[in-house]
């Protein structure tokens, strides 16, 4: 049963694993030590997705005081195609909500085709001028 939460410091392990096969295409995948930064100074930023005792997705949902920034949406290849990313990004949309966010910037590469489907997909439309997928809430 697949499950979205704060992921924890006994989550670092397997999430660096995730992004370093699974997060791209990115000029660095992030590694544990900026992953713990990332913890120490937001508990629930980064939320992971675990099915079975693994974690098989993430997103990081940055606060800024009026907008959450969404990065790091990475799946498990071999669960891709099954709600994984849309039951992160609903997570992350409740979190928003929850901290009165008034926009959410979703942060991807375009050479990422599939990446930029989901985005749009789900509601999220590129912002010509700066380059950011946005959506208003």
Aim: aromatic share 6%.
């Amino acid at each position: 049963m697949l499950t979205i939460r704060a992921a924890t410091a006994d989550d670092l392990t397997a999430v660096v694993e995730l992004w370093d096969r699974a997060a791209g295409p990115t000029r660095h995948a992030g590694r544990r030590a900026e992953a713990m930064q990332l913890l120490a100074r937001d508990a629930e930023a980064l939320l992971a997705a675990v099915d079975g005792g693994q974690v098989v997705g993430t997103l990081i949902v940055g606060w800024d005081g009026w907008r959450c920034h969404l990065y790091r949406l990475a799946v498990d290849p071999t669960v891709r195609r099954r709600g994984v990313a849309r039951a992160l990004l609903a997570e992350a949309r409740r979190r928003a909500s929850a901290l009165g966010a008034i926009r959410l910037d979703a942060m991807v590469n375009l050479e990422n085709t599939t990446a930029v489907a989901f985005w749009n997909a789900e509601g999220f439309a590129l912002e010509p001028d700066d380059g950011r997928f946005s959506l208003i809430l």
